[in-house]
């Protein structure tokens, strides 16, 4: 009992002391994911988890939620303040982490073209709805109210008050009010980022654990968040830690920080540990790559041509007017801040948006390949365009053992799940002649070969391949894809994206979840001999240096605003 006291008074946040993480499950005698972690976090200090190996950071964070076994375990948990607290700790601490999708959509592939459409359906949920079901169908809890004693029912309708004052609040601070009443899948990646946050604080959790925050927003909404989740973390409602990349920039606020890498935490004050990162080179995530500058002289195959191209749900305008043309071998950096089009944009590319087909002469056009978009069968065009996108990584199907050499594969017709002998697809004509399967298969070795772990996992970059990294890779090819950690999943789609040699290639925040290895890794081979001269890439990102080619290169920047499009050289 008095040690119950003591923890109940105690000063820690976090206390590991000394101890190894493990995943559940794993045998005696396994390697520890961390080893001999040593953390302590006090009250009044403001950490940031900044990791740079696969799955390291994030399994620090989860390790504190009771998902990773730490051994020998801390005396009253890793989060003792929490100890004598009668409330579970599933509402205690949420963990928000973006790299990985939501739990409910486990499973089978879902359309996710058909956010385009959705406006037109009534009956899709609304972002009130999903975050705050209350303040949209208070008819639905009336009756508990009603039926409850007096103390009950006041006690309930305070609470239920008091939820809609902070909806109301966080909803405004973060710019998702204006959002409110649209249907939910009408989102943006980054709108939907930031209502995931508004939905765990309306919780009241004592600890917000929140792995990558920044990833996917605009720069407009990065000092907004920052600020609000320091105004929270000072008055200790709820206490936040942050996991960062390397890449990301560190907040002003920022007291303490713990670097994650290669099985080890090291923990101290910022200014120290801001030492540490620039002693693992953390700018060269962000430079390296081979220097393949590409020819300046333009290339006359127009791949897209947008004419006055407009989409709209009736009163609302989403793209208006845009004049775009992507010719073979530009590179292109599709700028906009969260909401502004951008994946609409890119659904239109794909012709996945219904309204793709209505961009018709004399009042506007969409060319893709030479030919209107109505000309051509939609896997037609999945085959020509490689797409790597958050849409895209939520909605794969993980309900079956697909292996990592089936995912890739199924780059070659832009399907979803392994068709024909060896998963290698069946062509546009529904059968592979003998020379398209072996180039095929050729080609599915070649590219995780260039991308596999070997790459990242410690092997020089370029170096060859000899017989022991070859069985390695083999073992990597065999291995389920949805055992994957989220980044390795991610640039397992980027091979996708990358096998059948697309004419043009669309990354959309193709870094997330990533490591910096992974994505020193992925530039390198994109400046190198991922991508022949002749495809055309657009990049999405809110970070220019995520970019991995330089103006030197020639690079160009379409830039959306509210729907309006502009061309940056």
């Known amino acids: 009992m008095v040690a119950r006291r003591w923890l109940a008074r105690s000063p820690f946040v976090v206390r590991i002391p000394n101890a190894n993480v493990y995943r559940f499950g794993d045998p005696d005698g396994a390697r520890p994911v961390l080893t001999a972690v040593d ?17 390291e950071k994030t399994a620090l964070l989860e390790a504190l939620l009771g998902n990773m076994r730490i051994s020998p375990p801390p005396p009253g948990g890793p989060l003792p303040s929490l100890s004598l607290k009668p409330r579970p700790i ?17 499973g089978a592939f879902y359309d996710y073209t058909a956010r385009y459409g959705a406006v037109r359906d009534e009956d899709r949920v609304t972002l009130r709805q999903s975050m705050f079901p209350e303040a949209s169908d208070r008819d639905s809890i009336m009756p508990f109210i009603v039926d409850s004693s007096c103390h009950q029912r006041q006690d309930m309708s305070s609470k239920v008050e008091e939820r809609a004052r ?41 600890i917000l654990l929140l792995d990558e925050p920044l990833t996917g927003l605009d720069f407009k909404t990065r000092p907004a968040l920052l600020s609000l989740l320091h105004s929270f973390h000072a008055s ?7 996991g960062l990349r390397l890449q990301d920039p560190i907040p002003e606020w920022i007291t303490h920080m713990a670097l994650v890498h290669d099985g080890q935490v090291e923990t101290g004050e910022r200014t120290s540990m801001l030492e540490k990162l620039n002693s693992h080179n953390r700018g060269a995530v962000l430079t390296a790559g081979a220097a393949r500058t590409r020819s300046s002289s333009p290339n006359t195959v127009i791949l897209v041509d947008m004419q006055n191209v407009n989409v709209r749900y009736h009163e609302r305008h989403v793209l208006r007017d845009i004049n775009w043309s992507i010719r073979a071998g530009d590179r292109w950096h599709l700028q906009g801040a969260n909401g502004s089009g951008k994946t ?36 037609h065009l999945r085959a020509r365009i490689g797409v790597v996108s958050p849409e895209l990584y939520n909605a794969w199907p993980r309900g079956r053992d697909m292996t990592v050499w089936e995912a890739v594969a199924t780059g070659f017709d832009g399907g979803f799940v392994p068709l024909g002998p060896r998963g290698l697809g069946v062509g546009l004509q529904g059968e592979l002649s003998e020379s398209e399967r072996t180039w095929r298969a050729d080609r599915v070795w070649e590219v995780i070969r260039g991308l596999g772990p070997h790459t990242w996992g410690g092997a020089e970059q370029g170096a060859e391949v000899d017989a022991g990294e070859v069985e390695s890779v083999k073992g990597f090819a065999e291995r389920p894809f949805a055992a994957l950690p989220a980044g390795v999943q991610s640039i397992v789609l980027l091979m996708r994206a990358l096998v059948g040699r697309p004419s043009l290639v669309l990354l959309d925040e193709v870094w997330s979840g990533m490591d910096d290895r992974m994505i020193q890794a992925a530039r390198a081979y994109l400046r190198g001999d991922g991508l022949r001269k002749e495809q055309a890439v657009v990049v999405v990102s809110h970070w220019e240096d995520e970019v991995p080619w330089g103006i030197e290169d020639g690079v160009k920047t379409f830039r959306l605003e509210e729907g309006e499009g502009t061309v940056l050289e």
């Open 39 to 55: 953390w302590t976090v006090r009250e009044g200090e403001s950490w940031a988890v900044v990791g740079s190996g696969v799955g």
């Open 90 to 106: 599933n509402d205690a601490v949420f963990l928000v982490s973006f790299a990985q999708r939501p739990r409910a959509s486990v």
């Open 166 to 206: 902070r909806f109301d609040e966080l909803t405004d601070k973060l710019g998702l009010k204006h959002l409110l009443d649209l249907p939910l899948v009408t989102l943006s990646n980054g709108q939907t980022r930031r209502a995931r946050i508004v939905k765990a604080l309306i919780e009241q959790p004592d």
């Open 236 to 242: 200790n409602n709820p206490r936040v830690i942050m």
């Open 344 to 379: 609409t944009l890119l659904s239109v590319l794909t012709g996945d948006h219904p309204q793709s087909y209505t961009q018709r002469a004399p009042k506007a056009a969409l060319m893709l390949f030479g030919a209107p978009r109505r000309t051509h069968a939609t896997p």
